[in-house]
């Protein structure tokens, strides 16, 4: 049984998730010699039995989303890929159709998968050449082979394997080993040890010619089929193509156990948190409460821009930020929110990733000089909102200050908010959401 999604609309920017610096525009010269088809196979039949989950790894959640979910977005963002398969489980087929529809993922093949993992790579090559009807597709010139639990594979990376399978036949990521690999008897005592720098770690993607990688499985034996799980050797044993192997970069790791979901968690939101975006709503004293937080929050290592509205050319920054730092004075209260909550939400912003909103109200008033009175209905309003906001994947927080004459003290009371803001914005607690802190 085969399912395939069409194009749909969603965020025109969404998000680069690796840890260097590699962006796609160093690249643009290398993506133009990209004139020959590509397509991803990835294998997500697993069971995950090693992270100790009831549910498969490739399906367990961070931040709303499935891991799948991530790794299918980063061939997603490649636009010299055309097209990618995942195959699962049977079982697990209408959940993983419901994920493509739920994200909006774009030319999205999915297939049954095997009972091992080569049977269901098989499965998922046969379908990039044959329909489920047995009808001829058009092949691509290089398949790319890739774990649906690694989702931290960098375009550039990308491109070199490519270019190697089309050129060699056949290329593959390699790792150094981080532990010495030793041999034991069968009474549990060592045999022998391998020189470590003599051998690498195979990793994932990989790379082929379509036809190199078909045959391969089409001549393979039952045996491995059943045991094996290097496509790289079935390559060389059945089509003597010996592959290209390039020393891949740190960000190649695979999800195995519980932990490795948290450190890919705190690795998206990272990347979410290197930047936010101050709106003013053209207040001058907003402006300048804006202003002094723009630099309070870059000496915190946070890129910030200021601008005064969302619209015009403007409204570019909802199509590139995750944070939004909503500055208000007195009677603007929750208004100016309300209209950042809606161009989000217009723009469908928060499909992919949760988006910050965090309400800084400045409290210039007189008769209130420890800033701890109750704001009216502002906290119960806020809370709604916030409640609301929270069903759209976007986490709303709020900030008071109060405006102090005394330079040293407002100087202070600055950088707390600053210091409290960068901390929302990097640990985007859904716990926290609606509350009102004072700074």
Same mark, same amino acid.
Request: charged residues 20%; proline residues 4%.
């Given at each position: 049984m085969q399912e395939e999604t069409g194009d749909m609309a969603r965020p025109v920017e969404p998000g680069h998730f690796s840890t260097c610096e590699s962006r796609l525009d160093k690249h643009i010269a290398g993506l133009c010699s990209v004139d020959f088809p590509v397509?991803?196979?990835?294998?997500?039949? +697993?069971?995950?039995?090693?992270? +100790?989950?009831?549910?498969?790894?490739?399906?367990?959640?961070? &931040?709303?989303?499935?891991?799948?979910?991530? !790794? @299918? %977005?980063?061939?997603?963002?490649?636009?010299?890929?055309?097209?990618?398969?995942?195959?699962?489980?049977?079982?697990?087929?209408?959940?993983?159709?419901?994920?493509?529809?739920?994200?909006?993922?774009?030319?999205?093949?999915?297939?049954?998968? $095997?009972?091992?993992?080569?049977?269901?790579?098989?499965?998922?090559?046969?379908?990039? +050449?044959?329909?489920?009807?047995? !009808?001829?597709?058009?092949?691509?010139?290089?398949? @790319?082979?890739?774990?649906?639990?690694?989702?931290?594979?960098?375009?550039?990376?990308?491109?070199?394997? !490519?270019m190697a399978a089309k050129e060699q036949g056949a290329a593959g990521a390699i790792r150094p080993l981080v532990s010495t690999v030793i041999a034991t008897t069968l009474e549990g005592y060592l045999d022998h040890s391998l020189e470590r720098t003599k051998y690498r770690a195979s990793e994932m993607p990989q790379g082929f010619i379509y036809d190199v990688i078909y045959q391969a499985y089409q001549r393979c034996s039952e045996s491995d089929f059943e045991f094996g799980t290097e496509c790289l050797h079935l390559a060389l044993q059945y089509c003597g193509t010996n592959a290209k192997l390039i020393e891949g970069p740190p960000t190649l790791w695979k999800v195995t156990y519980k932990r490795d979901l948290a450190a890919a968690e705190s690795i998206v939101k990272e990347t979410l948190s290197q930047s936010a975006c101050v709106v003013t709503g053209g207040s001058a004293q907003a402006t300048e409460l804006a202003n002094a937080l723009q630099r309070s929050m870059s000496a915190l290592d946070?890129?910030?821009?200021?601008?005064?509205?969302?619209?015009?050319?403007?409204?570019?920054?909802?199509?590139?930020?995750?944070?939004?730092?909503?500055?208000?004075?007195?009677?603007?209260?929750?208004?100016?929110? $309300?209209?950042?909550?809606?161009?989000?939400?217009?723009?469908?912003?928060?499909?992919?990733h949760p988006v910050v909103i965090i309400w800084v109200y400045l409290n210039v008033s007189e008769n209130d000089l420890s800033g701890n009175e109750p704001m009216g209905g502002e906290p119960a309003a806020m809370m709604?909102?916030?409640? $609301?906001?929270?069903?759209?994947?976007? &986490?709303?927080?709020?900030? /008071?200050?109060?405006?102090?004459?005394?330079?040293?003290?407002? +100087?202070?009371?600055?950088?707390?908010?600053? /210091?409290?803001?960068?901390?929302? @914005?990097?640990?985007?607690?859904?716990?926290?959401?609606? %509350?009102?802190? /004072?700074?």
């Amino acid at each position: 049984m085969q399912e395939e999604t069409g194009d749909m609309a969603r965020p025109v920017e969404p998000g680069h998730f690796s840890t260097c610096e590699s962006r796609l525009d160093k690249h643009i010269a290398g993506l133009c010699s990209v004139d020959f088809p590509v397509a991803v196979v990835l294998p997500a039949g +697993g069971s995950g039995e090693r992270t +100790g989950l009831l549910t498969p790894k490739q399906f367990c959640t961070f &931040l709303n989303r499935p891991l799948i979910s991530y !790794t @299918i %977005q980063t061939f997603e963002r490649v636009p010299w890929i055309q097209s990618i398969v995942v195959v699962v489980a049977k079982e697990r087929l209408d959940l993983m159709m419901d994920i493509i529809h739920r994200f909006h993922h774009r030319n999205v093949l999915v297939v049954h998968g $095997g009972s091992t993992r080569h049977r269901s790579i098989f499965n998922g090559v046969r379908a990039l +050449g044959e329909g489920e009807d047995g !009808t001829a597709r058009v092949k691509p010139k290089v398949v @790319i082979i890739h774990d649906a639990v690694r989702p931290f594979v960098e375009e550039d990376f990308l491109l070199k394997i !490519t270019m190697a399978a089309k050129e060699q036949g056949a290329a593959g990521a390699i790792r150094p080993l981080v532990s010495t690999v030793i041999a034991t008897t069968l009474e549990g005592y060592l045999d022998h040890s391998l020189e470590r720098t003599k051998y690498r770690a195979s990793e994932m993607p990989q790379g082929f010619i379509y036809d190199v990688i078909y045959q391969a499985y089409q001549r393979c034996s039952e045996s491995d089929f059943e045991f094996g799980t290097e496509c790289l050797h079935l390559a060389l044993q059945y089509c003597g193509t010996n592959a290209k192997l390039i020393e891949g970069p740190p960000t190649l790791w695979k999800v195995t156990y519980k932990r490795d979901l948290a450190a890919a968690e705190s690795i998206v939101k990272e990347t979410l948190s290197q930047s936010a975006c101050v709106v003013t709503g053209g207040s001058a004293q907003a402006t300048e409460l804006a202003n002094a937080l723009q630099r309070s929050m870059s000496a915190l290592d946070m890129e910030v821009d200021v601008i005064s509205d969302l619209i015009g050319d403007n409204a570019k920054s909802l199509s590139k930020e995750w944070n939004f730092i909503q500055v208000s004075v007195n009677s603007s209260c929750l208004s100016e929110v $309300g209209k950042t909550l809606s161009a989000l939400e217009e723009a469908d912003r928060a499909l992919l990733h949760p988006v910050v909103i965090i309400w800084v109200y400045l409290n210039v008033s007189e008769n209130d000089l420890s800033g701890n009175e109750p704001m009216g209905g502002e906290p119960a309003a806020m809370m709604e909102l916030a409640t $609301g906001a929270k069903l759209g994947n976007i &986490l709303v927080y709020g900030i /008071q200050l109060h405006h102090s004459k005394e330079t040293t003290l407002w +100087g202070r009371s600055v950088e707390r908010v600053a /210091q409290m803001s960068c901390a929302l @914005i990097r640990d985007r607690s859904p716990a926290l959401t609606g %509350q009102l802190l /004072q700074a």
